[in-house]
């Protein structure tokens, strides 16, 4: 906890008011998928004006007492296909379909974190994922800007892109819990999100089998990328030589300098400290994904990195937000990338087309 900055404030949950509520749910998307009751949120958006005023009793005690719903934790998991073989089961990334009034209840607490973040300035200002007037354009320019400050100065500049195991799944309670008191996060604020993480339960809808979670932060959540990214925070302090761009578990970690071979030594050097950051909070790297790139490699260069004695892969180029990157920084594989995208797009639309009004 040494890399952790203590926050001597505290922060202090307050009464909600009927017209935050109606505020919130106005400001919902109005999306059809549906929770565990069979509930969503158009149905809620139709009914609020008749609910507001015992929804918000129901609300303001939890936030009073510290104590959140058990009702508001049972969540519908819905597996989603990312890419590969959809025989296999590590190919689907599962999604928690919460109870309407719980996203409500969070996106009320969830303001005032955010706002207690903001003012006491806790998050460093690399981490651009899930935090207002941020974003993936955010992180991708902080980078290209400082991939082109090191080319300009012909220096030789070497990324990882790291990927975590399950990020979201394997958060380990009782440290983030530690680093949200170490933040100011306690008192009733603390008991409350201690009591929104304990006791989840979820089933998947093949055979509404029921298990409970003792690890991880819900996806689909509405406060669980914002309770990881406060867990991942002080990963950016682990290293002072390292340079690092966050967006979430999406962490590039690079180095820069006229001598390839001092920059290879000392990245080698630092990763020891990532790997130790990254076994101390119990999260795995996931070695057969995680590459760099040596960028401005005007000449073939032999350039080995490794954690924990395992080679780490070079490759020329490699996803980051959405975005290709590759060596020279052409953009050439950016430009196949979304050509490829949009003639995918264009033959699913003609398939639609072709569908309703030809055959």
């Known amino acids: 906890m040494n890399t952790i900055t203590r926050n001597i404030n505290s922060m202090f949950l307050d009464k909600v008011e009927q017209q935050e509520i109606r505020n919130v749910v106005k400001n919902c998307g109005s999306k059809r998928s549906s929770d565990c009751d069979d509930l969503d949120m158009v149905t809620v958006k139709a009914i609020i004006e008749s609910v507001t005023e015992p929804f918000t009793y129901i609300c303001n005690l939890p936030l009073s007492t510290g104590i959140f719903p058990n009702l508001m934790k049972n969540a519908k998991v819905v597996p989603l296909f990312k890419s590969g073989d959809k025989h296999s089961f590590t190919k689907y990334r599962p999604v928690s379909l919460l109870p309407q009034f719980s ?14 973040i903001d003012k006491n300035k806790i998050l460093n200002h690399e981490q651009s994922g899930f935090r207002t007037k941020h974003s993936t354009a955010m992180a991708v320019m902080d980078l290209v800007d400082k991939l082109l400050s090191a080319i300009d100065n012909k220096n030789y500049f070497v990324s990882v892109f790291s990927d975590l195991k399950k990020a979201f799944d394997v958060i380990d309670h009782s440290r983030l819990l530690l680093k949200l008191h170490w933040f100011g996060i306690s008192g009733v604020a603390h008991q409350w999100v201690n009591s929104y993480l304990d006791n989840r339960k979820q089933f998947v809808q093949i055979n509404d089998a029921i298990s409970d979670i003792h690890y991880g932060v819900p996806q689909g959540s509405v406060l669980g990328p914002k309770l990881f990214i406060m867990f991942i925070n002080d990963l950016v302090n682990v290293s002072h030589i390292l340079g690092t761009v966050l967006f979430a578990d999406d962490t590039p970690l690079f180095y820069s300098g006229l001598n390839i071979h001092e920059v290879t030594q000392v990245i080698n ?32 260069r032999d350039v080995s990195l490794t954690i924990d004695g395992m080679e780490i892969q070079r490759v020329k180029e490699t996803k980051f937000l959405g975005v290709m990157f590759d060596g020279s920084l052409t953009w050439n594989s950016h430009i196949s990338y979304i050509k490829g995208k949009v003639a995918k797009a264009i033959a699913v639309l003609y398939i639609y087309i072709y569908n309703i009004y030809i055959i």
Do not use: C, G, M
Request: no cysteine; charged share 30%.
């Open 103 to 116: 996203k409500i209840l969070q996106k009320v607490f969830a303001s005032w974190l955010d706002k207690f």
């Open 269 to 300: 050097s630092e990763l020891v400290k990532v790997k130790k950051w990254f076994d101390i909070n119990r999260l795995s790297l996931n070695l057969n994904k995680t590459n760099f790139i040596l960028f401005n490699n005007k000449r073939s």
